[in-house]
């Protein structure tokens, strides 16, 4: 009995930690599908980027407004 409960901590206790880990997000990066200077906002451009979700394998596709192409890929990636 005392080993099961034992066992049962470890597995939530791992859990636990695993689970920030297994938090959305998109470390391969974005990738830029379409810029076009923006009409609304003059020295910026409006990007559409394509971003794979790690936890799901979704693609995520974000409309952007930013100076330049890392800008819009930091942005982008924190949609994620």
Do not use: H
Request: net charge positive.
């Amino acid at each position: 009995m005392k080993l099961w409960i034992a066992s049962a901590l470890l597995i939530g206790f791992a859990t636990l930690l695993s689970a920030p880990a297994m938090a959305a997000g998109c470390t391969t990066g974005c990738t830029i599908q379409t810029k076009k200077a923006s009409p609304k906002n003059p020295g910026k451009f409006d990007y559409v980027l394509s971003c794979i979700e790690d936890s799901s394998g979704d693609e995520l596709i974000s409309r952007i407004t930013a100076a330049n192409d890392v800008e819009a890929k930091a942005l982008a990636k924190k949609k994620c």
